[in-house]
Every structure is written in C-alpha cells, then in structure tokens.
C-alpha cells in the first residue's frame, strides 16, 4: 500500500510542477496523501496542527533505522519500514522494544531529538 501511495504523491509532485499554476485541492491531496504514508506504522492518534509534522518526524525516523539500523539491533533484521512501529508508550522493532517512554509526548520529543542530532 505505501508503494501505491508514493506513487500517487510522485504523480501529484510532477502536476504541480508542470502547471503553471497552483492548485489548492491537489496540494491538499498530496498533504493528505503524505500523511497517510507518514501515518502507517503509528499506533496512536495524532491531534493538533502539528499532526502532519509528527507524522513525517516518525516516517523519516523510521527511514533512517531502515537504512543505517539502531544499536543493539542487527540492520539484517528490519526488512520493511513497517518493521518498525510507533505506539503509545514504545518504539518497536519487530514487535521488541528499543525504546520506552512514559507518554507519546515522551516518544515524539525523542524522534525528533534523534532526527535532529542526525540531521535528517
């Protein structure tokens, strides 16, 4: 599913870019289509304006444990981004914590602290 929906948002990008002008509803589409991707392997609900920001820091977290691995755990192991979950309280790697958290709050602010410092 997350192949049919890059392919979507890559469809959308190369409209926008040979239209001369912009077209709200197919911005809009391709946000939503964004998260959507962003959004699949988070457990919990995401509320507030900063929901689509959340939803990327998590996707392009996962991406970088996809390519580069995590200490402790063996890079062989994690095949997929959907290998990697999000939810409440943990950050999972096939189903086994690498990190724990007292609240998603806790979690978000570590992503994006982990993105940060590997300037991703």
Do not use: W
């Amino acid at each position: 599913m997350t192949n049919t929906i890059t392919k979507q948002i890559e469809k959308i990008e190369i409209e926008l870019l040979t239209n001369k002008e912009l077209d709200i509803n197919l911005i809009q589409k391709k946000n939503e289509l964004e998260f959507k991707r962003n959004k699949q392997n988070i457990n919990f609900r995401l509320t507030c304006n900063n929901k689509y920001y959340y939803a990327n820091q998590c996707y392009q977290f996962a991406k970088h444990i996809l390519q580069n691995g995590y200490p402790y755990k063996n890079i062989n192991d994690i095949f997929l981004i959907s290998d990697i979950s999000f939810n409440k309280n943990s950050i999972k790697i096939n189903n086994s914590d690498i990190k724990t958290f007292n609240n998603k709050d806790e979690l978000l602010g570590f992503v994006i602290g982990y993105n940060t410092a590997n300037n991703i």
